[in-house]
């Protein structure tokens, strides 16, 4: 006689449910990063930066003051009228979201021309990031001594400053393996 209940497993490996399952944590992780980004504007919570110190800052797609992307309607940007550029003793904060994937959000920045600027980095999604800034040349290269902070894991944010009194032009970039030649860069545009 057969069992009802064994009969319909009987020709699937164990395996097979554990492969599912990790298929269904992967769609239901790529589903909250897209909700994140997309959908969640503003708001503050506790952010790690890279001292490992505690900070205050809104999560990623409410980028402030100018950085571009969601949230930005209300921060004026270089060149316009109410802007007000960082400086060494008050950067002004620009966030950036590494990833999901091989892509920065914003893509293109715009700062005033020596102006000082702190980087603050979000990566989204399983993979580890990198964020390099400097004079083009030198990030495209990856050049040694080149500013940039590693290992920015899922979900973390770290932090760079980095004032812009060159000719320029600048950029920025991850250099985690293949991530740069998968197109995981972007421009600054100077003002002024």
């Known amino acids: 006689m057969t069992d009802d209940r ?15 399952a ?5 769609l239901a992780t790529a589903a909250l990063t ?10 503050r919570t506790t952010l790690m930066s890279s001292g490992g110190m505690m900070a205050g800052g809104m999560m990623p797609g409410g980028f402030a003051n100018g950085a571009g992307g969601a949230g ?23 966030q950036v979201t590494a990833g999901p994937g091989y892509a920065f959000r914003p ?20 993979l580890v990031h990198e964020f390099m800034v400097g004079p083009a040349d030198a990030v495209a290269a990856d050049a040694t001594g080149t500013p940039e902070v590693a290992d920015i894991t899922m979900m973390t944010s770290k932090s760079l400053t980095f004032a812009f009194d ?27």
Request: glycine fraction near 20%; aromatic fraction near 8%; charge should be positive.
């Open 6 to 20: 064994t009969a319909g497993r009987a020709g699937i490996p164990p395996w097979t449910f554990l492969l599912i």
């Open 22 to 26: 990790i298929a269904a944590l992967i």
């Open 34 to 43: 897209a909700t994140l980004i997309g959908g969640w504007n503003g708001g």
């Open 72 to 94: 930005t309607a209300n921060a004026p940007g270089p060149g316009g009228p109410g802007f007000v550029a960082g400086t060494s003793a008050a950067p002004r904060v620009i």
């Open 107 to 126: 893509s293109t920045i715009s700062v005033a021309r020596g102006e000082t600027v702190t980087f603050l980095v979000t990566s989204m999604g399983p």
């Open 166 to 192: 060159g000719p320029g032009p600048y950029a920025f970039a991850c250099h985690a393996d293949g991530h740069y030649e998968a197109g995981m860069r972007g421009s600054i545009l100077l003002v002024g």
